[in-house]
Structures are given as C-alpha cells and as structure tokens.
C-alpha cells in the first residue's frame, strides 16, 4: 500500500478489519489480534499506530519477521500464514502485518500447555468466542455439517410420517410398508435421523422438512414477514406480520402467498379484471429458497426476515457468507454450501437447480423486465438482498 492508501486507512479507524497497536506485544497477545481476524475475513494488524488514530512509530529488531512467522506458525492454531512489510509514514516506521482470512477454522491461540481459545472479531474489539460461534467457525471450515446435528429432545414421533410417506412415495414410487428395510434405519440412511451413543436421534435436517412445528425445536427455523407502509428509507407504520412454522416446502409455499397477497394487484382492462404484479415470482423465490439453504443454523436468537416496502422487498438471512463467496462474487455465480443436506432435500423438492446460477438468474430477469437490478449487502453478518418493484421509479 502507498502512504496515501495507509493514511486513508488509518484515518478510517480499526474495524473488523484493521487493528492498530502502538508497539509490538507478547506472542500471546499479537496471536488473539491475528485468530480474531482470521476467524473472521482477515485484515491488517498496524503495529506504531495508537487507538487515537496517531503515528507513533515502532522500533524494530532485525529479527521481527522471524517473530511474526513464529507466532502464526507456534502460537496460532492451526497455524496461520502471516505476511509483514515495513511501511514509512511521516517519517515514521509502521508494520503491517497482513492476516488471512482462515481456511481451516477455527483458529485458537494456544495460552499455556493445555489452554487453547478462540477468539473473533467482532467490531472493533477482538473477544473470545461464544459456543455457538465457535460452532459456526467449525461449520465455515468444514469439519462439521451443522445440518446433520441432532436436534435436542427430538425423537422420531415428533416427526410427520404422512411427509416421510409422500417423499418415499415421490423417492421411491412405494409405501413405508413396501419398504425392504426397517424404517427407523433407512431414515438413517436418507439423513432424517442420526445414531448417536447407539440412539437414533432426528437430525436438524430431519426437523426442517418432516417435523410438524420444526420452531417448537428450532426457533431460528420460523420465518417472519411484515409488510410496512412506505418506503425502506422512511416507514413507521405497518401491516399484521405473518410467522411462518411448517416444514420447509409448506413454508417456502405460505411465504409466497404472503408476499403476493399484498404484492399483486388487480385492474380493470375493458370489461375485465387483470392481475398486475409488482415483482417476478421466481426472483423472490429464489431470493427466499437461498436464504433457507444458506443461512447459519447455528444462530438460534435469528430468523429469516422478510420485509416488504412501497418500493421493494428486503430478504434477510443469518450469515455471514460462507468459505469465500463475497457480495461481490456471489453476483457471477459464486456458491459455497454450508447446509448440504438441507440443499440436497431442497433439490428433491423441486426448490433447487444445483447449477450455481441462482443469484445471475435474478439479475437477468430483472435486467430483461427493466427492473432495477437486485442488490446484495453484508450488514451486521447478515446477508441482505433487495429486490425492487416495478415501480420503484415512481417513488424516486
């Protein structure tokens, strides 16, 4: 970077992705700086600049690079690749250490011979991992299907067997009495249950597409939706909200007719009434369909929102982006599946193409339609896509 760019960026602030010391620190303590930031999207550690945002300049001994390496390759584990370059500004010595984004998370700092924690960014302050984020980075490093997990206090009578008969129907073309194996085992073998400590428990998986009231378990499972009076930019006022609790083909089905009972309207044309609707329904489905497969389960104080304006219609998604996709790539059909198995029984219900082109398929609908193209948006480590009406022209 020139001293322009870092001056720019130290004027910015630390944020989840920069991190200013004054001087260099203990291992351990420079080791919490890089996990959290690897745990997170990486980002830059500035060693000479204090948190006021001031130069101070460090003073380096000849073998600060090797003391970098070794803390990522002994400290950290497992060990990170740090890079470092010696940067002038104003006159003064500044170290960037440059920390990526983690490929085998969770990173954890080892503090003491049998003391390992993980820690994450979160704002501007690098802080130890709760249970459930420690749970997420596990599943961002894919060592565990949260989708596969058992769901506490779940057992198979807790599970709809008219579903499971309709999708071995629809598998299978036979009844679960046709079946050559014993039920309870070929659920193992479909991923609806899972044999834990010799028990066969219900997978989360299992729950979302076969449990009658999957909220009852998995209350981040629900999906909310609201229609407000006005613009996104200026609304204090709305409609009855709709919480959805069904398994998730029904829900995928209540939602759209949630949405399109207040977004198509009816006009008479002649002696005839015409439906006018403001959106193209395979957008919104899809924009909904990529929620429920690639939200973060593991958030339990989160649902999926759906929030619907004057002008447009906002899909929010427990995040964040999973293994590397980006707002910005994710736009060209970049996919990373954090839920395959969920993804998988989408797919078997007819919600899934498996191609990837998702996200490009809503752009080009749109650009064909001459609707404003969709946006997609990080905020708060959420995953926010806006889709426009129609009409937004005519409210700006």
Not at 74 to 80: A, C, F, N, R, S
Not at 234 to 247: A, L, M, Q, S, Y
Not at 255 to 265: D, F, H, L, R
Request: aromatic share 6%; charged share 25%.
């Amino acid at each position: 970077m020139t001293e322009v760019e870092l001056l720019s960026l130290i004027a910015a602030g630390e944020s989840e992705t920069v991190e200013f010391k004054r001087e260099m620190d203990r291992a351990e303590r420079l080791a919490r700086e890089f996990v959290a930031l690897a745990n997170r999207q990486g980002g830059v550690v500035l060693i000479g600049v204090d948190d006021n945002r001031h130069v101070c300049g460090v003073t380096l001994q000849q073998d600060y690079e090797e003391c970098i390496a070794n803390v990522g390759a002994q400290t950290i584990d497992p060990p990170l690749p740090l890079t470092s370059s010696v940067e002038i500004i104003q006159g003064k010595t500044v170290l960037a250490v440059h920390v990526p984004r983690g490929t085998h998370k969770p990173h954890c700092v080892r503090e003491g011979q049998h003391r390992c924690i993980v820690y994450i960014r979160h704002g501007t302050t690098s802080r130890p991992a709760t249970r459930e984020e420690i749970g997420s980075l596990y599943q961002e490093g894919g060592i565990l299907d949260f989708d596969l997990s058992p769901v506490p206090g779940a057992t198979l009578a807790d599970l709809n067997m008219d579903l499971i008969e309709q999708y071995v129907r629809g598998k299978l073309g036979k009844g679960l009495d046709e079946l050559s194996t014993d039920l309870p085992q070929q659920l193992v073998n479909w991923r609806i249950l899972i044999e834990m400590a010799g028990e066969r428990r219900v997978t989360l998986t299992g729950m979302l597409f076969f449990g009658d009231r999957p909220g009852d378990f998995l209350p981040q499972s629900r999906l909310w939706l609201k229609r407000f009076k006005g613009l996104a930019t200026d609304v204090d006022e709305w409609h009855p909200g709709k919480e959805i609790d069904t398994p998730i083909p029904q829900a995928i089905e209540e939602a759209m007719g949630y949405i399109k009972s207040y977004t198509v309207v009816e006009e008479v044309r002649g002696l005839k009434r015409v439906q006018k609707t403001e959106y193209i329904e395979e957008v919104i489905r899809e924009a909904l369909v990529n929620a429920i497969a690639h939200r973060n389960y593991v958030r339990r104080g989160s649902r999926i929102h759906v929030s619907m304006f004057d002008d447009r219609i906002e899909v929010r998604n427990p995040g964040p982006l999973h293994n590397g996709v980006t707002v910005e790539n994710m736009r060209f059909g970049m996919q990373a599946t954090r839920n395959p198995t969920i993804v998988r029984y989408l797919g078997a219900n007819g919600y899934w193409e498996g191609d990837g082109l998702g996200v490009p398929r809503m752009i080009r609908l749109c650009q064909e339609n001459g609707i404003r193209e969709p946006d997609f948006a990080l905020i708060e480590h959420d995953v926010v896509v806006s889709i426009y009406s129609r009409r937004y022209d005519e409210f700006h």
